[in-house]
T-cell receptor
Framework: EAQVTQNPRYLITVTGKKLTVTCSQN?????MSWYRQDPGLGLRQIYY???????DKGDVPEGYKVSRKEKRNFPLILESPSPNQTSLYFC??????????????FGPGTRLTVL | GQQVMQIPQYQHVQEGEDFTTYCNSS?????IQWYKQRPGGHPVFLIQ?????EVKKQKRLTFQFGEAKKNSSLHITATQTTDVGTYFC?????????????FGKGTHLIIQP
């Protein structure tokens, strides 16, 4: 089944404790992206990746890192989480960012709480 | 940077009434996408519009892309309880090298039976 998976789905952590949220897709998509969703603010793009070893900042990249060593995986790293990073995070992928085949498939989401 | 504004933020309708959400970009878009997110779920792709003035229909849903490719709308005819959720537009800026996608803040559709 074609899908985007994220782990963990729920995470409660403390300020400053490094964490990684994994994202994997099995559709051989080139483009992958991370979003955070906050009430009243909608979906905001954190980072995106056009292909392996190619990543770019989105609208709210501060406090986050990403890597794209393999096509299928796009982990989101919070080196030193802070309470303002408490949010619902979505990973998404699409065949290509350009042209007609850029429908984004979203993962189920990761709800992160930083105390 | 690019801004995508979406109105209204909330819309309450009686079941059977029509619903429209509007999306406006501060810059010209290469394309615009629409997504639906059910409560507790993740966004699901509905459609993509690419051409100036384009109109597409999916059953009771009608999507339009403005002539200037800076605005779009989603209209639902005769809403049903299954239409409940948040509708997002998402635009990619035309030209330049950026491939980021900017989402509107969404319109929450609440349906009263």
């Amino acid at each position: 089944e074609a899908q985007v998976t994220q782990n963990p789905r729920y995470l409660i952590t403390v300020t400053g404790k490094k964490l990684t949220v994994t994202c994997s897709q099995n559709m051989n998509h080139e483009y992958m992206s991370w979003y955070r969703q906050d009430p009243g603010l909608g979906l905001r793009q954190i980072y995106y990746s056009m292909n392996v070893e190619v990543t770019d900042k989105g609208d709210v990249p501060e406090g986050y890192k990403v890597s794209r060593k393999e096509k299928r995986n796009f982990p989101l790293i919070l080196e030193s989480p802070s309470p303002n990073q408490t949010s619902l995070y979505f990973c998404a992928s699409s065949l290509s960012p350009r042209g007609h085949y850029n429908e984004q498939f979203f993962g189920p989401g990761t709800r992160l709480t930083v105390l | 940077g690019q801004q995508v504004m979406q109105i209204p933020q909330y819309q309450h309708v009686q079941e059977g009434e029509d619903f429209t959400t509007y999306c406006n970009s501060s810059t010209t878009l290469s394309n615009i996408q629409w997504y639906k997110q059910r409560p507790g779920g993740h966004p699901v792709f509905l459609i993509q519009l690419v051409k100036s003035g384009e109109v597409k229909k999916q059953k009771r849903l009608t999507f339009q892309f403005g002539e200037a490719k800076k605005n779009s709308s989603l209209h639902i005819t005769a809403t049903q309880t299954t239409d409940v959720g948040t509708y997002f537009c998402a635009g990619r800026e035309s030209g330049g090298g950026a491939d980021g996608l900017t989402f509107g803040k969404g319109t929450h559709l609440i349906i009263q039976p």
